[in-house]
């Protein structure tokens, strides 16, 4: 369903589970950065207003998002720590040149978004199902629907909003070039590193 074209390796599972505070930590602050994407959307292209209107649905729910990881920390005895660069969306972002209409910015950035929305909900698919820590994988497999979702969002609009079949062509260029990134990551204990 996801379209992904290279699956996480199952061992990062077990990286994970063995470093579950750097996990609970990044994933907090990768919920922080959703929300901050979807206000950015709204104030980098206020005149879609059916765009808008799902931006502020999505800054809440990750906001909400966030602050259920943090209590998971705290529920451990973690603090929040400090936030690192995520390596992936630091690639991610290099694919796309800059420039370009409003419209094929926007297009770009959706699919970038849906993109890191799918990774996430297949991590965290890995998680539900891998991690003996039943309240955590209970956790994740619901974080897991919520993820799918927003990808499916985010694929929706710049469909809607590009042309398709250009859009449908970048969507797959990009999920190549994605491949080609997760092939060097996977072994970090990060949410998509």
Known sequence: ?????????????????????????????????AASTAISLIVSFPEYTELVDEMIALSREEMGHF?????????????????????????????????????TQLVHRLLIAGLIEA????????????????????????????????????????RKYGERAEVDKKWEELLNFEAEIMKDLSKDKTIHG
């Open 1 to 33: 369903m996801l379209g992904l074209k290279l699956p996480t390796d199952p061992r990062w599972a077990n990286i994970a589970e063995k470093n579950i505070e750097d996990i609970l930590v990044d994933h907090a602050y990768c919920e922080q950065k």
């Open 67 to 103: 602050k259920m990881v943090h209590e998971q920390l705290l529920k451990r005895g973690y603090v929040l720590g400090r936030d690192r660069k995520d390596e992936y969306v630091i690639q991610l972002l290099s694919f796309f040149p800059k420039g370009g209409s409003r419209t």
């Open 119 to 158: 990774r996430s909900c297949e991590r965290f698919r890995l998680l539900s199902e891998e991690l003996k820590d039943e309240e955590l994988a209970e956790f994740y497999h619901k974080l897991m629907i919520s993820e799918a979702n927003h990808y499916t969002m985010f694929l929706k609009f710049a």
